[in-house]
């Protein structure tokens, strides 16, 4: 393990500085907005302009990169990213904070690309699940730390915008420092919607179903959080203790048809998020809260994954990499459009409603799986692919996914690195 944790540790570094960062700001600009009194469907409009600019950040981030090189576009990159905290500190204003959010989701989009690509060149081939699991584990606590340091600082203040931009910042030192150029990013190719859908639409609807769900709980879960006028520190364990429920849920996957898997989860989702609405009413403790939210973030955590299985299923090997690019692009168009429908409802019938949309996406995504299993017999046991936690980040991540081929060609530097 240490020999696998060596090369990349300064990776691993600077890729948990920046989820860090972008997690505390993630939470605290919603819980700022409702300090502000501004109402949730526009708090809505300017939480889903990350998942907007993460959409074209995917589709543009690895040709800027590929240009500019990898050290010149992270240090370009992160300091966007940093300067656009900042802004939020400087200025109130929710068009500019929608503009901003929106350049957030776009650089963290193309540093998750840059950091992912150097651990592929720096993973051997026999290491690559362990990297992946390392990075993923990574990324997960450092999610976690970063809805818990709302409470390090003043919520009214300014100091934890910058807190934010000083953790996005600081990412760059240990990133900008390695000695091995990117890979090309040339050879990762996404594969057309059309050409997913017709191998596996419930991969594909279930992807867009878990951005459509993922992105509205967690760009609005705490204005929800605050309406029950629970404290910084009772919000930020609301927001914080769903990222981890997906790690235990996720094992069943092997042990039974991937599509039943996923049918129970999502009806875990309807439930869960049922039982959240009813306790806007009032009457829960906290306890009772946190236990609902973890089976909710539990089932969110497992459903994009899933999906992904399952589109893995019936592609190719040497096509799962670009399939995994297509279907990321797929969630980000549904983390864009769910907020934007789930704030609208809050904004005509309260903050409830945000859990009544999710029940109701929850259950249609179910319908829709059902109809599947029906219209479709299951691929045996032993021709299933693996299940894998993964994040969604960058389809290059997926290259370190022990079920899918390497990229094929890296190019090293030792020379002179700030060429790549």
């Known amino acids: 393990m240490l020999l696998v944790l060596r090369p990349v540790f300064s990776l691993l570094f600077g890729a948990g500085l920046l989820v860090l960062g972008n997690g505390l700001i993630g939470i605290l600009l919603p819980v700022r907005l409702g300090i502000e009194k501004v109402s949730p469907d526009i708090s809505g409009l300017v939480m889903s302009a990350f998942y907007l600019g993460f959409m074209m950040g995917s589709v543009l981030g690895q040709d800027i990169i590929r240009r500019v090189g990898h050290i010149r576009a992270f240090a370009a990159f992160a300091a966007l990213a940093t300067a656009t905290s900042l802004v939020h500190a400087l200025v109130f204003d929710v068009a500019l904070w929608a503009l901003m959010r929106a350049l957030t989701g776009f650089c963290v989009a ?24 390392i990075y993923l584990v990574t990324t997960y606590l450092a999610s976690l730390i970063g809805q818990l340091l709302i409470n390090a600082l003043a919520i009214e203040g300014l100091g934890l915008f910058c807190l934010g931009a000083l953790l996005m910042s600081l990412s760059l030192v240990p990133v900008v420092l390695t000695r091995v150029a990117g890979p090309e990013l040339g050879g990762v190719k996404r594969l057309g919607l059309g050409v997913l859908y017709k191998a596996s639409p419930l991969g594909v609807i ?58 129970g989860v999502l009806i875990m989702c309807v439930v869960s998020s049922v039982v959240l609405s009813i306790f806007s009413f009032g009457g829960a403790s906290l306890t009772t809260l946190l236990l609902a939210v973890v089976f909710l973030g539990g089932a969110l955590a497992v459903i994009y994954p899933l999906a992904v299985a399952q589109a893995y299923d019936y592609v190719d090997r040497s096509d799962m990499v670009g399939a995994s690019g297509g279907l990321l692009l797929v969630w980000a168009i549904g983390g864009t459009v769910g907020p934007l429908i789930a704030s609208f409802f809050m904004g005509q019938f309260g903050p409830s409603a945000l859990f009544v949309y999710l029940a109701v996406v929850a259950s249609a995504i179910v319908i829709f ?33 022990p079920r899918t081929d390497p990229l094929p060609e890296f190019y090293y530097n030792d020379e002179d690195p700030g060429d790549r």
Do not use: H
Request: avoid cysteine.
């Open 110 to 133: 193309a540093l998750y690309a840059t950091i992912e690509s150097w651990l592929n060149v720096k993973t051997s081939n026999e290491g690559r699940g362990q990297v992946l699991s």
């Open 369 to 401: 799986t059902a109809y599947r299993m029906l219209a479709r017999q299951a691929r045996p046991s032993s021709e299933q692919t693996a299940f894998v936690s993964m994040q969604t980040t960058s389809a290059i991540t997926n290259a370190l996914d």
């Open 206 to 263: 279930a992807t867009w179903g878990a951005g459509m769900l993922s992105g509205a709980f967690y760009a609005l879960g705490a204005i929800y959080a605050d309406s029950l006028d629970l404290d910084v520190w009772q919000i930020s364990l609301f927001m914080g203790v769903p990222i981890f429920g997906g790690l235990v849920i996720g094992k069943l996957s092997d042990r039974y048809d991937r599509r039943t898997v996923l049918l």
